[in-house]
Structure formats: C-alpha cells, structure tokens
C-alpha cells in the first residue's frame, strides 16, 4: 500500500538546491561573458545590439536570481523540516516501545 504513502526524495531535493545555486552562478557570470566578446563579432551595430540585450537582460535575470534563492531556501527548509520530523516520529515511536 505504498501508494497511500507520501514520499519525498530528500537527497533529490536537495541536489535540486545544489543544481540552482550553480544556475544562479552561471547567471550571474553572463554578465561579464557577455562584454567580452565586444567587437570580435561585428561592427558597431552587433556590439550595440548585445549591449542592449545585456541591458535590458539584467532585469530579467536579477528576477530569476532572485526566484532561485527564494527556491534553494524552501528546499533545504523542507529538507530540514522533513528529516527533523522524521527524526522525531522514530524517535517518539522508539521511546513508545521502552514502555
């Protein structure tokens, strides 16, 4: 009767949260990889156009940044809530068993 039963997949949740941290990072590097290509890809016209994509991006992704911090948080605190519950149910049921 497992399926009755709610499950979690605790290391999976929280190899979620590693996962969105390097997200984050690699959001956050963009920025810079973005400008270093300036004037290797064209002319003036291409430097603008990534400059204005980067501009306009920044918003968009302070948005997202700020999104997977608010994730990454509630994943471990569900981690944490969860294990601690788990903890003190065993607990609990082993202290029933003493008497």
Do not use: P, Y
């Amino acid at each position: 009767m497992a399926a009755d039963r709610l499950t979690v997949n605790l290391d999976g949740l929280t190899e979620f949260s590693v996962q969105l941290e390097g997200i984050r990072q690699g959001m956050d590097s963009a920025k810079s990889w973005m400008n270093e290509f300036s004037g290797d890809l064209g002319g003036r016209e291409v430097d603008s156009a990534i400059s204005n994509f980067e501009s306009h991006w920044r918003d968009g992704r302070g948005r997202v940044d700020e999104n997977c911090a608010q994730l990454i948080k509630m994943a471990k605190q569900a981690v944490e809530n969860l294990r601690k519950a788990d903890d003190d149910l065993a607990s609990n049921l082993r202290d029933s068993m003493k008497g």
